[in-house]
């Protein structure tokens, strides 16, 4: 990809490493659809946003998307805790994606990283964000533990209070008010990342950014090749509900892309291609739709309390 000239050479380094991370996650996504990402380029000004889409039958949809955004005002979504820099013109690098898997025994996934750099000169506000989290729609505890085993040791050589932090940020955002219920089993959840300095930050975001595929695709290959039927699809769409909930009316993501004017098409690639609202659901009891519930959404320390994590 051509690189437009960047205002900031702190937003140029994290482009750089985003664009790259995005062509590294779509190489292992197309290995295991067999089929390769569809791509579109668009350039606003300074600016530029790269998606890429991938709709097959291993993986039913999964969206990859850079975007470099230069604006003369912050959206409204990026100031909300900052009122401060309301009205500042600024510079946005951010990787964000979802994989919804056909298979209902593997998991959803979702990830995001960003940079946000507001302001000009020696007055210029930086800050990072990000992270990655898990949404299962049937529970396995190996699958749990691995997923959080690999987040704890992304964060652990910048300080062994960050993944106790960061987990619990996880869990306190992806859940959903009205529901009462977590959207999955969490993961690392950051954001206002500033203490320490910009290679500090930089640093332990591209950790967490690197840990996504180690993650990830151990917990793919094992539940992709699990049989499956129409009780185990009916559930996951009915569970895919949640995320579309949670998606329109709570993820700040999703509210800055369309405040900044952002493409639509781009943007709501996080929606799953098939999708039901049950009235009224209530899994069978024991069953392995109910202990999803009871089991698994609830927030638990899935590394204390199995020995030797």
């Known amino acids: 990809m051509s690189q437009e000239p960047t205002l900031s050479p702190r937003a140029a380094d ?9 062509d590294q996650i779509c190489d292992a996504l197309a290995e295991r659809e067999g089929a390769p990402f569809r791509e579109d380029t668009f350039k606003r000004g300074q600016g530029v946003s790269r998606p ?8 039913e949809r999964a969206g990859v998307n850079f975007t470099h955004t230069v604006g003369a005002e912050l959206p409204a979504a990026a100031t909300e805790r900052r009122p401060e820099l309301a009205g500042r013109r600024f510079e946005a690098a951010s990787l964000s994606l979802i994989v919804h898997p056909k298979n209902p025994y593997a998991p959803t996934t979702h990830a995001n990283w960003r940079f946000f750099e507001a302001g000009e000169g020696d007055s210029a506000v930086w800050w990072f964000g990000g992270g990655f989290d898990l949404t299962p729609i049937y529970g396995f505890e190996e699958d749990c533990v691995h997923w959080h ?13 960050l993944y106790p932090a960061f987990k619990d940020a996880c869990d306190r955002y992806f859940h959903l008010p009205h529901r009462g219920e977590p959207r999955g089993i969490g993961g690392l959840f950051f954001d206002d990342l500033e203490a320490g300095g910009f290679e500090h930050c930089f640093g332990l975001t591209r950790s967490v950014a690197e840990a996504f595929l180690p993650a990830y695709l151990p917990i793919l290959d094992r539940r ?13 769409l009915y569970r895919r509900g949640r995320y579309v909930e949670f998606n329109l009316i709570y993820d700040r993501g999703t509210r800055f ?7 639509a098409e781009s943007i709501l690639v996080s929606m799953p291609p098939q999708v039901r609202w049950t ?13 999803l519930m009871t089991d698994f959404l609830p927030p638990r320390d899935w590394l204390g309390e199995v020995k030797g994590q």
Do not use: K, N
């Open 224 to 236: 992709l090749a699990m049989d499956w039927g129409e009780r185990e699809r009916q559930f996951q």
């Open 52 to 59: 890429r889409v991938l709709e097959g039958e291993t993986i």
């Open 257 to 263: 892309g369309l405040q900044a004017a952002g493409r």
């Open 149 to 161: 085993r690999v987040a704890r040791d992304a964060c652990t050589p910048f300080g062994e209070h």
């Open 14 to 22: 994290v482009r750089s490493f985003l664009t790259s991370l995005q």
């Open 279 to 291: 009235y009224d659901h209530r899994p069978e009891p024991s069953s392995p739709e109910e202990r």
